[in-house]
């Protein structure tokens, strides 16, 4: 049988546009693996990592029209915001490139014997060593920086681990484009094209998931599918870490005092977000918990008036189109549910942005109106009308984990004076991050930046997204009375190669 064809599609007319590879095979599969396997010396050298994460960035920018130009005509989300993608992308590897150079991700830690401890303490010594082959299974809705030389991507190669990219349907093109520009990138530095391998294809993802040199693995998707990933890492007869980012509701709660001091602004501020780019972020906020009454209807008139001035878009592909579409008049169906702006069709390739309202008591059992408590990917949330606080509480109890919490409060209440810190408590349990008077959409690239959250968010404590995003990838080694002249370099006493550590209880840097 002769393989499967793998075709760029046009999202703005549902066209093909060019056929730019095969679905590879089983055997393909292995082979790919099996050059990222052989290719793990390579990476060994902390000085070369970080010249190729570097190298990767320029490589990159320097490609950066043609790279645009690609990730446009097969997504639709437009130069302006492909250009600024590409641009965060490239920030983060140079970001790993310095994380890779300070070497404090090694955890380096020293003890020396100690006889007079109960009980004694031998000479030991810890530091952390790559993982190997990392899988990575890129995301639709961000063609750069969730997707080959993405985050896991770049901390995957910033840990020491060869990269099998499974290249997202959405988008074939533009990975073969990126991938190529980064084995030149490698090449640079004399490193063999199997650091990065990059296979299509759903049953190539089965494949890899599977394979036996396959070490951990990074995936952002649906549910559906990452969960069926995570079952099958599980399922191994050596299971390995799966880090998997799946769905999220994002819960925003906004305080009657802040409605009452600032509704037009928040029901602004909510459009811009809910909508920012055709509702397609991973952390759009899909459920507003807003006061009945006077303060709460100014904000649903303020939110009613800025969607109802945002323009249809393209979605990243018929098949979200389809559920999107299917999803929204399912749940504007149910029981007291209303539109004030009716989501859905835009046109045969387009869909309009809308939100529906729903009393917040309807949310705090277990009944048809959970379908509200999940996530539309698009451009509609739900405006949930609480009564009083114990209805926040019950909505809250009730809700699955999330990448993301928010609450919007009074100037009074975030000085703390009143339920802020309350407020905060009662989300932190809910989310990884967790916002006061801003809005999730937009997830900086810095040291302290957590991309995670309880299940189903993600399947692991992790985060995708900032400088610890490289300990996924590593596991920690003991060394217990091992000769100086037999260590690695970075576990002798005279630390030759400069590194942070902990040396006998005590922090050196």
């Not at 690609?70 to 639709?76: H, V």
């Not at 995301?139 to 681990?161: E, M, Q, R, Y």
């Not at 995936?219 to 099958?232: I, M, N, P, W």
Request: with cysteine; aromatic share 4%.
């Amino acid at each position: 049988m002769a393989a499967a064809p793998v075709w760029s599609v046009d999202p703005r007319t549902g066209k093909q546009r060019e056929q730019v590879a095969v679905e590879a095979t089983a055997q393909e599969v292995d082979a790919t693996v099996g050059a990222a396997h052989a290719a793990r010396g390579a990476l060994a050298d902390r000085a070369v990592r970080a010249a190729f994460l570097r190298g990767a960035a320029a490589h990159l920018e320097k490609a950066r029209d043609q790279l645009v130009e690609a990730a446009d005509a097969e997504t639709a989300l437009g130069p302006v915001r492909l250009t600024g993608e590409l641009a965060r992308t490239c920030y983060q590897l140079r970001a790993f490139a310095d994380i890779v150079d300070e070497g404090a991700f090694l955890d380096v830690v020293i003890d020396h014997p100690d006889d007079t401890a109960t009980p004694p303490v031998p000479d030991l010594r810890r530091h952390k060593v790559p993982l190997g082959v990392v899988a990575v299974y890129s995301a639709s809705n961000f063609p750069f920086a969730f997707s080959v030389p993405g985050g896991d991507t770049a901390s995957a190669l910033a840990a020491g681990c060869p990269v099998v990219v499974k290249a997202h349907p959405d988008h074939p093109a533009l990975s073969e484009l990126v991938a190529k520009v980064l084995r030149t990138a490698a090449a640079r530095q004399g490193l063999p094209e199997g650091v990065l391998g990059l296979v299509h294809g759903f049953e190539a993802g089965v494949e890899l998931i599977g394979h036996p040199l396959v070490a951990a693995a990074g995936f952002t998707g649906s549910v559906r599918g990452g969960r069926a990933l995570f079952d099958a890492a599980a399922a191994r007869p050596v299971p390995i870490p799966f880090h998997g980012e799946l769905g999220s509701l994002n819960p925003v709660v906004v305080t009657e005092a802040a409605a009452t001091e600032r509704a037009e602004a928040i029901g602004t501020g909510l459009a811009a977000s809910m909508t920012l780019g055709v509702g397609q972020f991973c952390v759009k906020p899909g459920l507003v918990l807003v006061p009945s009454g006077a303060a709460g209807d100014g904000l649903v008139t303020s939110l009613t008036d800025a969607v109802s001035d945002t323009e249809a878009g393209v979605l990243l592909d018929h098949r979200m189109w389809d559920d999107f579409v299917a999803g929204v008049a399912e749940r504007a169906q149910l029981p007291d549910v209303d539109a004030p702006v009716t989501p859905g069709a835009g046109g045969e390739h387009s869909v309009s942005p809308g939100f529906l309202t729903v009393p917040a008591g309807r949310l705090t059992a277990e009944g048809e109106h959970d379908l509200l408590l999940e996530e539309c990917f698009g451009p509609v949330t739900v405006v949930a009308r609480y009564e009083d606080e114990g209805e926040v509480a019950a909505v809250l109890s009730r809700l699955p984990g999330s990448l993301t919490a928010t609450v919007q409060l009074s100037e009074e209440e975030a000085a703390g004076r009143g339920r802020g810190a309350e407020m905060l408590a009662e989300l932190t349990p809910l989310a990884g991050r967790v916002l006061v008077n801003g809005w999730p959409t937009g997830v900086a690239v810095a040291p302290a930046q957590h991309h995670g959250g309880p299940y189903p968010a993600t399947t692991s404590t992790s985060t995708s997204v900032g400088g610890t995003a490289i300990e996924r990838w590593l596991r920690p080694v003991v060394y217990q009375n091992a000769p100086q002249a037999l260590l690695p370099a970075e576990l002798r006493d005279d630390n030759p190669l400069g590194l942070p550590r902990r040396f006998d209880g005590r922090l050196e840097r």
